[in-house]
């Protein structure tokens, strides 16, 4: 158990759920924003071949299934407008005339108008000043040792956006809520070395 002292000051240091970002690269600042949002997932479908009476598996596609996230609501930056318009961006004409009718979202729509996806677990770190700077300069910076691993969303686009709800017996804060489907995603650890 890496509990104890050989593992350094301080000792065993866990991911924390609460210390991440998400960035959209095109969909202007969001980050702080973001309320929760899941981690890639990948599944691998077995398929069977028989021969008498042994079955034998073998793996099949690796599929990545969507992630959810949500964001809180505001008036700025107004996440439910910035959302709505990636709709639009993507080539969604209301059908209000027949030449409206026509036009249509495709794949490479959908996904310029977000952009990269990128979903950052961060550790408690900091940042570390060298000697003689001025805090100041540095406020809402991120260091990157602070960042424990990184998960980029490759060719990712939006399939569904909830746009909240209201209730006059609520206190709550407006959220809205997006499933983003992507062909595949990469990890990059960065303080852990991959395996050779």
């Known amino acids: 158990m890496p509990f104890f002292s050989d593992t350094g000051p301080g000792g065993f240091q866990p991911k924390r759920q609460f210390r991440f970002l998400v960035n959209f690269s095109e969909l202007g600042n969001l ?20 021969v008498l009476n042994h079955q034998f598996n073998f793996p099949g ?18 996440v439910g407008s910035k959302f709505y318009a990636a709709l639009l961006n993507s080539g969604y004409v209301a059908p209000v005339n027949e030449a409206a009718l026509t036009t249509g979202i495709t794949k490479v729509g959908t996904t310029s108008t977000i952009g990269e996806v990128r979903i950052k677990q961060l550790d408690g770190g900091g940042i570390i000043l060298p000697a003689g700077s001025d805090p100041g ?3 809402g910076a991120i260091d990157s ?25 609520q206190e709550d804060l ?14 990059n650890p960065q303080q852990i070395p991959l395996a050779t």
């Open 61 to 78: 596609i690796v599929k990545w299934e969507a992630v959810q996230m949500e964001f809180i609501d505001a008036v700025d930056p107004n």
């Open 31 to 50: 980050t702080f924003m973001c309320k929760k949002t899941d981690k890639p997932t990948y599944k691998i479908e077995s398929k069977t071949h028989q």
């Open 137 to 139: 300069e540095v406020v």
């Open 145 to 169: 040792t602070n960042v424990v691993e990184e998960w980029t969303l490759k060719n990712a686009f939006i399939t569904q956006v909830k746009f909240g709800a209201l209730d006059y017996a």
């Open 174 to 187: 407006v959220t809205v809520s997006a499933t983003i489907t992507f062909d595949y995603a990469t990890y």
